[in-house]
């Protein structure tokens, strides 16, 4: 198989295989965790403004008071990696024309340039939070083979998305290839680990507001 | 009942829902939640972070309710949670945790981390993997009514004595009344001040109010030792006695996690709401203030801080109340950085404080270090706060650092400027 058939193959029959395991899977892992349900609660509510399951959703995507002090690198490198994700997955052009061929949506991108420094960026931010993660007793004792293999197939599509752009190392179509082929691997993994906390985070959060809110505790 | 690791096993089965299945599926091992808790930011032991304090539950939850994990035990692949393990995790799941819940409020993805510690403590109780000194506190509430083992006869002789004291009768199981005074032991024994203050405040107010002989303790040891089928039990006796005497309300004492029992896992656990309206102490007090009704005849001078004790406050809900009383009586009142729901714990509760090895007393007291920094950086030599179980736990710490801060209730606080 020479770079073109497998460039072919991850576009077709690969991506195929890649989105079947992620919608598939994520509607699964979603009825396995939420179809548990939960008891309700029999104690008469409290009301208290700015307690609810929503306005935890918002409130938890910013520091608590003191955190950002006590972790800046989580939370400043957190933030930088997951903004400079969301802008290259969603407003790179080609990704948009991908997301166009397969639901018919579409939007403006931003010029490649941008998205090239922001896929830059992102890496950096990368790097600094897994060596936060090797660094920190915290964060060391407790990583597991998962967060390692996380972190990897995280890595990868970004770096050989912007290597196939930058035309470094291999041949174009062999490292779009590859940058396909490892996005794919990206989307077939994330609902059975903890990259599925892209989807429950929600779920999570909203769960947290509203058994607190019930006490009148804004949280 | 003997407690066996098949029961422990089929328990944390058992308390598994969507919402535990959701927070260990979005957990990305970021370690915030250690920058949180006391028992983390006073050792660096990072084994005190609280999610790892959680691993027998999600390893259950992984091994029983996930595809993945149920095909892993299949080919051999899990580690089971076995006896070795529970034990492992007991001072993780007792001594090093007090359910204050601060862990909660710093999660990035949301998870309500003391929710799940409070459910794993289901697991541990019915394995049999539990401190000695919650398991007796335990036995005697349910077998004698305390977890102090403190009988009426005692108890009816301290009422006595707070009669003499103010001149005001305490009424016992009169039907009728406004409400029903629960206490706890500690308060009985350790703080009886607090029951004279009450009688002041009731005849200031012209409420009435009455003690059940047979059920004035508050505190649920059940629920600290994560034993609901015991929680259930001792929170009937309230339950009854209150609907026999037909009260409008109950009055929790101070005691947070009495309050929690009582008015937060109390309807809970009998599987029905009550008849009758649960109120925190302060939540009264708060309601004359309000009202008018508490009017002070002077004020405490002293600079103070306010401890707000976990289970009343940050997770009880209390949250205005306890600093629009203390501005009511103290003129030096000097708010901490970490106030209010995010106030540090005093290091003994949620059982905590029960348990007496050499080192959990040791670990408690290198966790107060926390609440002696916000002390000393205040600059003041008084702390308020409203809470038997704090008091205790914080007037030990006071003695182990040969500290000569003054701590005050702050319910007796108010009686005792109130005016006359």
């Known amino acids: 198989m020479d770079a073109l058939q497998l460039l072919t193959w991850a576009r077709g029959p690969g991506l195929d295989l890649a989105l079947g395991i992620f919608v598939l899977g994520v509607v699964w892992r979603l009825i396995e965790v939420y179809s548990l349900g939960r008891k309700r609660d029999l104690a008469p509510a409290r009301q208290h403004p700015g307690a609810s399951g929503l306005r935890t959703v918002l409130r938890r995507s910013l ?15 957190g933030f930088v990696f997951h903004i400079g ?6 407003l790179f052009a080609p990704h948009i024309l991908l997301i166009k061929s397969l639901t018919g949506l579409s939007w403006p991108g931003l010029p490649s340039q941008f998205i090239d420094m922001v896929a830059v960026l992102t890496m950096m931010a990368m790097l600094v939070i ?45 490292m779009l290839a590859l940058h396909i082929l490892s996005a794919e691997l990206l989307l077939a993994v994330l609902p059975f680990t903890k990259l599925f906390h892209a989807i429950t985070l929600f779920g999570s959060r909203w769960y947290s507001g509203r058994i607190n809110a019930h006490k009148g505790v804004p949280v | ?27 990305v091992h970021c370690g915030l939640c250690a920058d949180a808790c006391l028992f983390h930011t006073e050792t660096g032991d990072p084994r005190y972070t609280p ?141 009886p001040e607090y029951i004279e203050a009450l009688a002041k405040i009731f005849h200031k107010a012209g409420l009435t109010f009455t003690v059940s002989s047979d059920a004035f303790e508050a505190t649920n040891a059940g629920i600290q030792i994560g034993a609901s089928d015991l929680a259930r039990t001792i929170v009937t006796r309230i ?20 309050y929690m029992a009582i008015r937060w896992e109390g309807p809970n656990l009998i599987g029905r709401p009550f008849r009758f309206e649960v109120v925190h102490v302060l939540e009264l007090l708060d309601e004359l203030r309000r ?11 002293d600079p103070l801080i306010l401890h707000d004790p976990c289970q009343i406050v940050r997770r009880g809900g209390v949250l205005e109340a306890p600093e629009q009383l203390i501005r009511q009586v ?91």
Not at chain 2, 11 to 25: Q, T
Not at chain 2, 359 to 366: C, F, P
Request: glycine letters at 8%.
């Open chain 2, 291 to 301: 009202k008018g009704v508490l009017k002070m005849k002077d004020t405490f001078k």
């Open chain 2, 51 to 191: 999610i790892y304090k959680l691993e027998p539950l999600r390893r259950v939850y992984e091994q029983e309710y996930t595809l993945l994990g149920r095909v892993k035990k299949l080919v051999g692949l899990a580690k089971p949670v076995d006896d070795a393990m529970l034990d492992a995790w007991q001072d993780l799941v007792y001594d090093s945790c007090t359910l204050c819940g601060r862990c909660s409020l710093v999660c990035p993805v949301g998870n309500d981390i003391v929710y799940m510690v409070r459910k794993l403590r289901e697991g541990m109780a019915a394995s049999g993997h539990t401190p000695d000194g919650i398991r007796s506190a335990t036995r005697r509430t349910v077998e004698i009514g305390g977890p102090m083992g403190l009988k009426w006869p005692a108890v009816a002789n301290v009422l006595r004595k707070a009669e003499e004291a103010t001149g005001l009768k305490i009424p016992v199981d009169q039907p009728g009344a406004d409400y029903l005074v629960l206490l706890s032991s500690m308060e009985i024994v350790n703080y």
């Open chain 1, 85 to 90: 994700l969301a802008l290259v997955v969603f």
């Open chain 2, 1 to 27: 009942m003997s407690a066996t690791l098949e029961k422990g096993l089929h328990a944390l089965r058992e308390v598994i829902d969507a919402p535990i299945a959701s927070y260990f599926s979005s957990c």
């Open chain 2, 330 to 420: 103290a003129d030096n009142y000097i708010p901490v950085v970490d106030q209010q729901k995010w106030n540090w714990c005093c290091g003994g509760g949620g059982g905590a404080s029960a348990i007496h090895t050499e080192e959990a007393e040791a670990l408690r007291a290198k966790a107060f270090q926390v609440k002696k920094r916000q002390i000393e950086s205040a600059g003041v030599d008084t702390m308020v706060t409203f809470c038997a179980n704090c008091r205790i736990v914080i007037e030990e710490a006071f003695d182990h650092y040969q500290m000569d801060t003054k701590l005050l209730g702050l319910t007796e606080l108010l009686a005792e400027h109130l005016e006359n």
């Open chain 2, 239 to 258: 339950v009854e006695a209150a609907e026999r005497l037909q009260v409008k309300h109950v009055l929790s004492p101070e005691c947070g996690h009495a």
């Open chain 1, 130 to 174: 897994l060596a936060d993660r090797i660094n920190k007793p915290v964060k060391r004792f407790l990583s597991t083979f998962g967060d390692w293999f996380a972190w990897v197939v995280t890595f990868l599509p970004v770096l050989t998305g912007w290597m196939a752009v930058q035309h470094l190392l291999l041949p174009y179509t062999l």
């Open chain 1, 63 to 77: 520091p608590p008071p003191g955190m950002l002090k006590a972790s800046p690198v989580s939370y400043v490198g």
